[in-house]
């Protein structure tokens, strides 16, 4: 890799993770304003999230320029590719975030459903994923990329968890059915958040190893 | 436009507009599954799925591949990285298609909850949304894709009836909550895919006018 071309990915890089730390920062927010019913939260998401979708604009705006300038091949372009698609997740995961906060400030409306158990736990376990999809680009570490697509089974369990419980709850009380739906909607919005850490793991084995792992099934290698 | 991009350019478009006709017909075929009761249908969108996710990687290799020899500038560099961010809505519209179809088979076992009139409705908008997307992109018509932004607007507020009249539905009738859930987690999957249309509008003004229209808000320009 150019020298040059080095210094500047690796800003990049910084400025990809800074954006990765708003977007999880912002889901953490959310769900905590329906944990702790706090929705000053909820409102300090809605602000803080125009500054994830700046930095999507400038970033965008900075990889065409060295796709252009630079002219890479083979493994730069693989590097700014990806960059390219994780940039759009992560701005992504933080739409979700917004989507979370504004059910939040509806769910505060109504008395608690029931206790939160499992919601904790899915965030715990999204917001991890993130994190961990991100120190998988730092550190170009497939294993870790791999441990995070293993994680969103397991998202996506705690996800058809949420559901059972809260249609049952649905269904002996019609009195909770409008916040019940709206916490199905947080369970499908953290389920997203997944789907897009497991899109940063896919894009950082794609940077890595130069395969693309998006369609397992399809078997062609 | 050099000769021999221009073609092979051609012939990339030509390939994500037979891609997207095939997510088109999917999602038709997904959601007349419950329109018609007919689970062949939702089989069928099961089984075509495959040959998308095929045709998405096929595409990302030749789009790289041309960004590796060409090493377009400017215009050709954005018609190559709307190409691929197009590419990936495509093949995402598949993907709401298959969870479309997998609703169907489980709302199959259960009673009509209603007459279906806002879903055939913010379905055939929905498709229509794809289709002038990928017509915008043809034509290089702007006014058409920002027609197919606005019409986003529509989706959304055919979403939010559908979703309060399944809920009144549900705290009226407790019997119906399982199958009136699908059909909420289908008006989701319907509002993704007007979203990922008005994503590949933004990316048809991107290529023809080269500015990035995806955050109004921030007013930057």
Do not use: C
């Not at 919005?189 to 894009?203: F, K, P, Q, V």
């Amino acid at each position: 890799m150019e020298r040059h071309f080095e210094q500047e990915f690796q800003d990049l890089q910084q400025r990809l993770l800074w954006m990765g730390s708003l977007s999880e920062r912002a889901v953490h927010k959310a769900v905590h304003a329906v944990l702790e019913a706090d929705e000053a939260l909820a409102e300090a998401v809605l602000e803080e999230e125009p500054a994830i979708n700046e930095l999507q604009i400038e970033m965008d705006d900075r990889i065409t320029r060295l796709l252009a300038l630079q002219q890479p091949m083979a493994a730069d372009l693989r590097l700014l590719i990806g960059a390219s698609r994780i940039n759009s997740d992560i701005e992504r995961i933080g739409d979700q975030a917004v989507n979370i906060a504004q059910s939040a400030t509806r769910i505060l409306r109504h008395p608690q459903v029931k206790p939160y158990v499992d919601l904790p736990r899915m965030s715990g376990l999204a917001e991890n994923m993130v994190r961990d999809s991100l120190n998988a680009l730092v550190k170009r570490d497939v294993d870790l990329a791999n441990s995070v697509m293993r994680q969103d089974d397991e998202v996506d369990r705690l996800r058809d968890q949420m559901f059972r419980e809260l249609l049952t709850y649905m269904m002996e009380n019609s009195a909770v059915v409008f916040p019940a739906f709206e916490l199905v909607l947080v369970a499908k919005n953290l389920e997203r958040i997944g789907d897009h850490a497991t899109n940063i793991a896919e894009d950082v084995i794609y940077i890595v190893v130069g395969r693309d792992v998006r369609h397992p099934a399809l078997d062609r290698r």
